[in-house]
């Protein structure tokens, strides 16, 4: 039986050429000797941890940053041996496992500290203090404490602290925070640590805040062109998540005397051609709100109604010669037209960097990129 013929017919296209003109990109913005950590979160974002990894490493990054240990996995099952940091995600009980791992782990609470402090071998930690975003990590009146007992945590190797600073739209929030942040690194010098790396900019600091590069930094959404207004003017990046895509199950004409809700075929009963696509709320395209555009033939076509799990209906009245098997666009180009994922945010009213990832995660992903990284 051939699987890749008989598969249904519903994949994605991850350009690695896109990805390492992103990473070369912030590159350039940064002084020299500043570690750039690549966030791979979700799977790098919905783009593949695995199969991204070696690009991001070849194109210049660092290290890399995640949230999930096996996302760490899926970076050295790419045959990556750079240093990985573990956002704060590990429960007490987990520490002694994690510490087995080879990450940079993160201390975030007392608890976590104290298991890390236990796991009976060597283990170097990033410290992650809240400067005002009232996540993650530990607050302002918990430094000193901090900072004294990892001193004699022994096994505990220090090399860093970071932060993740909220409300990045206001320029007085965010100066208020990277203060704390500057405390917190000369409290931390006070107690005895040297060389601290200092890590606040994710990819909106990086873009509107350079001075807050400081000596590393972590950008996520902008490795994989995610960025959205109003950060794009100085964001030299493309999307990583070049094409959704599908094709045509069937085409029919809807009979004038069906009880189909809608308004092209209430004015004229009998004249609504339908196309119904292998695309639905399965593959991460929510069920909700109704309608939409994706493109056949080089064309614009409507979606008609809320995605059911498999399927999605279109309106092709308008398009001569649709046919079952033909290629459907549900981001990305065909002909002359393109719907952009800066459309699909507008269109599906979902962040970019959870409506993209949504579909690419629920779906096979090509890898396309000219063969350079193959
Ligand atoms: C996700 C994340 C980042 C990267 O954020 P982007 O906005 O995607 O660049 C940085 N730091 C922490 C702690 C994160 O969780």
New binding site residues.
């Given amino acids: 039986m051939d699987l890749s013929r008989s598969a249904r017919p519903a994949w994605c296209e991850i350009d690695l050429d896109a990805l390492a003109h992103n990473v070369r990109s912030i590159r350039s913005m940064l002084a020299p000797g500043v570690r750039f950590y690549a966030?791979c979160?979700n799977n790098a974002?919905g783009c593949g941890t695995r199969e991204t990894a070696l690009t991001m490493l070849e194109a210049g990054a660092d290290a890399f940053?995640v949230?999930d240990p096996e996302d760490a996995q899926r970076i050295r099952a790419a045959g990556v041996d750079a240093p990985i940091l573990l956002?704060?995600s590990t429960t007490p009980d987990a520490a002694a496992a994690v510490a087995e791992m080879g990450l940079i782990a993160t201390i975030h609470d007392f608890d976590g500290l104290e298991a890390f402090a236990r796991a009976g071998r060597s283990v170097d930690v990033h410290v992650?203090v809240d400067c005002g975003y009232g996540r993650?990590g530990f607050t302002p009146d918990e430094w000193a404490a901090v900072f004294e007992r990892l001193r004699r945590a022994k096994n505990l190797r220090v090399i860093g602290l970071?932060t993740?600073l909220a409300f990045v739209e206001e320029a007085a929030a965010v100066e208020r925070q990277a203060g704390l942040f500057e405390r917190s690194a000369v409290m931390a010098r006070q107690a005895g640590f040297e060389n601290l790396e200092l890590m606040a900019a994710?990819?909106?600091v990086?873009l509107g805040y350079p001075e807050l590069n400081l000596t590393a930094v972590?950008?996520?959404?902008?490795?994989y062109g995610?960025i959205e207004a109003p950060w794009l003017e100085n964001a030299d990046v493309r999307p990583v998540i070049r094409a959704i895509k599908s094709r045509v199950l069937q085409v029919k004409t809807i009979p004038a005397d069906f009880p189909i809700d809608d308004a092209r075929h209430k004015a004229a009963p009998g004249s609504l051609k339908t196309a119904v696509i292998a695309f639905g709320f399965k593959d991460g395209l929510s069920r909700q709100p109704a309608g939409g555009t994706v493109l056949v033939k080089g064309q614009r076509a409507r979606i008609i109604g809320v995605r059911a799990t498999e399927h999605t209906v279109i309106d092709v009245t308008d398009i001569p010669g649709v046919a079952a098997g033909d290629e459907v666009v549900i981001v990305g180009s065909q002909g002359g037209e393109t719907i952009d994922g800066h459309e699909a945010v507008a269109t599906y009213k979902m962040a970019m960097?959870e409506l993209l990832p949504r579909m690419t995660l629920s779906l096979p992903r090509v890898y396309v990129d000219g063969g350079a990284h193959r």
Avoid: D, Q, T
């Fill in positions: 966030v979160k974002y940053a949230s956002y704060a992650e993650l970071y993740h994710s990819s909106r990086l972590n950008p996520g959404r902008m490795l995610m960097i």
